[in-house]
């Protein structure tokens, strides 16, 4: 799965700095053929601005929409959905059989992922996009069938946690990998670098296009290691290195150590980019999955400190003071 | 040189000028290759992306102090070593030393450190930098600050306190001042107890050195705490690894796995 990272298309670059050619870039980023619906002379062209060193520059503030299965961008606009069903749109990783429930508070704000501080600007791509598991086209996650047991199991003991490993991600103030946060983001690039800043939990994600391999196997990260490069308008990073405390979301509380993902961001405009991510964890699952969805651009914003553990009795609450040290 | 000669300058003076002026640019263009010039971004500003450290012993002590069983010799950071604390500030200085090992927050909870303590621990950095903002990302705690380069302080009387504080910068000349304000008054300088309160205002000054250095001013005012204004100083160095990048020092997740381990606990 892995690919080699190959040099940013510049000369390509160039072309697009005068003419903006994204739009009409399905988001396999393969050429369009010849595209009757394109919208050529009728509508003015947004330039795409490169960085220095030739990036498409998509720095700026953005909330991420529905990776986690929602249905459909009417659905992300109108925001959460009162006291329904939490799992309702969550129907790759629901678990119809539970008989005690194991979430607190409202799953769908959850599956929202925040995004607050944001104030999205434009309008979202005209054309429909796919949100959420949309491979395999069934929705069904392809567990393996006693790595999915033991999942439900984990589930069963969340609620009170049975153990420190079952309190979940953000009571601990912990990075919370590369899923559960809808942002506030701040995307900024330098030479070879697009880095992605985090309001929620203060990290700073840096995906590296200098060529560089992967760390080696030994260093374990929440947030992975992640390599990239463009392909025009596409960054295709490719992120392993993980450890095995991330989440992907409630219903899957964790992924493994195995976990190597492939994610695409496809400029789609100036203040969209198209998100694809596939999730290939041979330890939990049969076969890789994907799942796709959205970073919106926002207004300009100064993202506030965000500390967790300085304030938190998270622990404490749920299992009482540690003994003295 | 007497002003008389100036008025008789004959060609032959002129052209030892013009000489003097060529070996004098000669001289200039090994320096030249070391300034700024050879490291600055597209927009002209110098180069500070990539990944640094402080390699001293501040994280310990700021100030000069001898060697003991886990705390490494060092000298200190401190412009004339001391600090000028009014006396019921000193007075709670040695009290915090006192009793270091469980008041100093970071040390004991792995809480955000503060600034400028969170230049100096021995956990390395990365600025990103573009004309948009500047990020400086450290290692510990997943620790960020966001450089903001335009907008001003929150009100200073407004209760919002930060523990990185609210960082403002701008440039003077080739020099990254960043100024930093709204601390609360939870973090200490290091682990020996130096510390400040809410009314903490930092000014601290990049400008690269060489490619490889950058040299680290820090002004420290808190007039509830020091009778006057106060300076650090130090050089921070680039790490040279090839393929140097942040990795995770999750502090906080650490302490968790070790107070928790045997969580819930059974009540007796």
Redesign the interface.
């Known amino acids: 799965m892995s690919r080699k990272p190959s040099r940013t298309n510049i000369t390509f670059g160039v072309i697009l700095t005068t003419a903006w050619l994204g739009s009409l870039m399905p988001a396999n980023g393969q050429a369009p053929a010849a595209d009757k619906s394109a919208p050529k002379a009728t509508t003015p062209a947004p330039a795409l601005a490169r960085t220095p060193d030739g990036q498409p520059d998509i720095q700026g503030i953005y909330a991420r929409r529905g990776i986690w299965g929602l249905a459909d961008d009417e659905r992300e606009a109108n925001g959460p959905r009162g006291k329904e069903d939490p799992l309702e749109d969550d129907e790759y990783s629901e678990l119809p059989d539970n008989p005690k429930p194991w979430f607190q508070g409202s799953g769908k704000n959850f599956a929202q992922g925040g995004g607050g501080g944001v104030t999205l600007v434009g309008p979202a791509p005209a054309e429909p996009r796919r949100f959420g598991l949309v491979d395999p086209s069934d929705k069904i996650l392809p567990w393996k069938p006693e790595e999915d047991k033991k999942r439900r199991d984990f589930l069963m003991n969340t609620n009170p946690p049975a153990s420190l490993r079952n309190v979940e991600y953000d009571a601990r103030c912990s990075l919370p990998g590369l899923f559960l946060n809808g942002g506030p983001f701040e995307f900024i690039q330098a030479a070879k670098e697009v880095v992605i800043l985090s309001e929620y939990q203060h990290y700073t994600r840096t995906i590296h296009l200098d060529g560089r391999p992967h760390l080696g196997s030994n260093i374990r990260l929440f947030m992975g290691d992640s390599i990239g490069h463009w392909e025009r308008n596409t960054l295709i990073v490719d992120t392993t290195n993980f450890n095995e405390f991330t989440a992907f979301t409630r219903t899957i509380p964790y992924l493994s150590d195995a976990l190597h993902t492939i994610e695409r961001f496809t400029v789609v405009d100036r203040n969209n980019i198209d998100y694809e991510v596939t999730v290939d964890d041979p330890k939990l699952f049969t076969k890789p999955w994907k799942t796709a969805g959205l970073y919106r651009r926002g207004k300009d914003y100064e993202m506030a400190e965000f500390a967790c553990a300085e304030g938190s009795q998270e622990l404490v609450n749920i299992f009482g003071q540690p003994p003295s040290r | 040189m007497k002003t008389t000669n100036k008025k008789r300058l004959t060609g032959v003076d002129i052209a030892g000028v013009a000489a003097i002026a060529a070996v004098l640019s000669l001289m200039q263009a090994p320096a030249l290759a070391q300034t700024p010039a050879a490291h600055k ?3 002209g500003k110098p180069d500070f ?1 990539g990944i640094w450290e402080a390699l001293n012993t501040a994280s310990w002590d700021i100030q000069d102090h001898t060697g003991q069983l886990g705390i490494p010799p060092g000298q200190g950071v401190v412009e004339g070593n001391e600090i000028p604390y009014l006396p019921a500030a000193l007075a709670k200085k040695k009290e915090n030393f006192a009793n270091r090992k469980t008041a100093d ?1 970071t040390e004991a ?4 450190p503060g600034v400028p303590r969170i230049t100096y621990m021995p956990y390395p950095f ?1 600025i ?3 004309a ?2 500047i ?1 400086f ?1 450290y290692e510990f ?4 600050r ?1 450089i ?1 380069m335009e ?1 001003q302080h929150p009100d200073p009387n407004s209760s919002l306190d ?3 504080g609210d960082s403002r910068g701008r440039w003077e000349g080739d020099t990254l001042v960043v100024d930093s304000r709204n601390f609360n008054d ?1 973090t200490w300088f290091d682990k020996a107890g130096n510390f400040h309160s809410d009314a903490l205002h930092v000014v601290e000054r990049y400008s690269l050195a060489d490619a490889g250095h950058i040299n680290y001013d820090v002004t420290i005012e808190d007039p509830k705490v020091f009778a006057k204004a106060w300076k650090m100083s130090m050089p921070l160095y680039r790490r040279m690894e ?2 140097a ?4 020092y ?1 502090c ?2 650490y302490l ?2 070790k ?7 059974t009540k007796k």
């Open positions: 971004l597209a927009d992306n927050l909870n792995c809480f955000l990365q990103t930098q573009s948009k903002a990020a990302s705690a997943h620790a960020l966001v903001h907008g930060t523990w990185l939870q090839k393929n990048k942040l990795l995770e999750e906080v997740f968790q796995e107070r928790y381990k045997d969580a819930p606990f």
